[in-house]
């Protein structure tokens, strides 16, 4: 008989029509994880009752939470339905699921150019002014082109229905790539911005394959997301939940149907698939104003339980400020960024991650406030590190305080 190992076991979601409700139709869906922490915790509270023998009777369990979530390693698309539940609205498509039509492309370094322009949901108007695009070259373009537009995204500064002219931040730039014109050429963008509510709910199960035994966590609500981009490393990160109900540990899975598969892009990178850091609107990494040694990232709905007299776990899932909040510790070259936090100056930042085949996420500040200037001098064989917190807050200028793009190579 078989011990159950931790070197087996799926994480499997399905969105629920109604809050705290496992769905009878449907399918659950396979995710990629590096390691769960969804607990219940139960609260218990021992009998007060004083006995001759001096002995208590016994304790009573009172109440149960739920709270934890998983660990994973960045990759594109697999987490697009917490990400829509942390921010609380939807995705906002261009093209077909943000892949529009294909085009024959002519550039210069501030144009895209459409010999005929797209139409419907593909048509470069549909494009906002101020939002950034990836564009995915056709499957016959050479090596260097792919790895060139793979690497980039460029920012939209005006639209028409055949030229998309870019923000003078983020120029085309390189022989074979300016002045070429060529067909199967497409745009990529999807965007979800912070929202207002989006009750969006799961139910987790855990399967323990190896003993046949299953753990379901219903109502669970995403209510935090690390991110961390570090040096030499994977992109790695985490979401929290809070959740409503939990049944113990079963012998049959509590989700319908059949699991869908996982999504198969590459895993993230610190080095090859970070492409670009804004500070400003101006790119920081390679630069001659700074070199950046780690990012973090933490967005977190400070989401409450709600407790209800006869219900055991949580009756609902209060939201609450959405904070976001992150670090990142840079190089010392200059006085620039030490003195942007003595003098409180407010900026903007865009952090830039896409795997090798263009398909990534591009996360948007539009206002942040570095909250602090670590300065660590070290000892007499270190770097001058300049540690620097910030925090992301409403712009009264976009309407938003985060917005993440996406974009897809196919």
């Given at each position: 008989m078989p011990f159950a190992s931790s070197a087996y076991g799926q994480l499997r979601y399905i969105t629920e029509t109604v809050a705290g409700t496992t769905p009878t139709t449907g399918n659950g869906v396979n995710l990629r994880q590096t390691g769960l922490t969804t607990k219940a915790a139960l609260s218990t509270v021992t009998s007060n009752e004083v006995r001759a023998d001096r002995l208590s009777t016994g304790l009573t369990i009172t109440d149960m939470n739920l709270d934890g979530g998983f660990n994973f390693e960045l990759s594109g698309e697999e987490y697009d339905p917490?990400?829509?539940?942390?921010?609380?609205?939807?995705?906002?498509?261009?093209?077909?699921?943000?892949?529009?039509?294909?085009?024959?492309?002519?550039?210069?370094?501030?144009?895209?150019?459409?010999?005929?322009?797209?139409?419907?949901?593909?048509?470069?108007?549909?494009?906002?002014?101020?939002?950034?695009?990836?564009?995915?070259?056709?499957?016959?373009?050479?090596?260097?082109?792919?790895?060139?537009f793979a690497d980039r995204w460029f920012k939209v500064a005006t639209t028409t229905a055949t030229i998309i002219t870019l923000d003078a931040s983020t120029p085309i730039t390189g022989v074979g790539i300016i002045g070429v014109t060529a067909a199967g050429y497409a745009i990529s963008q999807s965007t979800v911005a912070n929202g207002a509510s989006l009750a969006r709910s799961f139910t987790l199960e855990y399967a323990m394959t190896d003993i046949n035994q299953f753990l379901p966590f219903r109502g669970m609500r995403a209510n935090s997301m690390d991110l961390s981009l570090d040096v030499g490393s994977i992109i790695t990160g985490s979401f929290g939940f809070l959740g409503q109900g939990h049944d113990g540990m079963v012998g049959a899975t509590t989700l319908p149907g059949s699991p869908v598969a996982s999504q198969a892009l590459e895993v993230m990178n610190s080095v090859a698939d970070v492409g670009a850091i804004y500070e400003n609107g101006s790119s920081v990494l390679g630069g001659s104003s700074s070199f950046i040694k780690s990012v973090k990232l933490n967005i977190a709905n400070n989401m409450r339980a709600q407790k209800a007299i006869g219900i055991f776990g949580n009756a609902g899932i209060g939201l609450g400020e959405l904070a976001i909040t992150g670090s990142m510790d840079i190089y010392v070259e200059n006085a620039n960024y030490y003195n942007k936090w003595l003098a409180g100056t407010t900026t903007s930042l865009a952090l830039d991650m896409a795997d090798a085949a263009g398909n990534g996420y591009l996360v948007e500040m539009d206002k942040v406030q570095f909250k602090d200037g670590g300065l660590n001098l070290g000892g007499r064989n270190d770097d001058t590190m300049l540690s620097l917190p910030f925090q992301a807050f409403y712009s009264p200028t976009t309407g938003r305080g985060i917005r993440l793009t996406r974009a897809v190579a196919a």
């Open positions: 917490f990400l829509e539940s942390l921010l609380g609205s939807t995705f906002t498509h261009f093209g077909v699921a943000g892949l529009g039509a294909a085009f024959s492309m002519a550039t210069t370094a501030t144009t895209i150019t459409a010999s005929v322009a797209t139409t419907g949901a593909s048509i470069f108007t549909a494009l906002p002014n101020g939002s950034w695009i990836k564009i995915v070259p056709p499957g016959a373009a050479t090596a260097a082109v792919k790895a060139y």
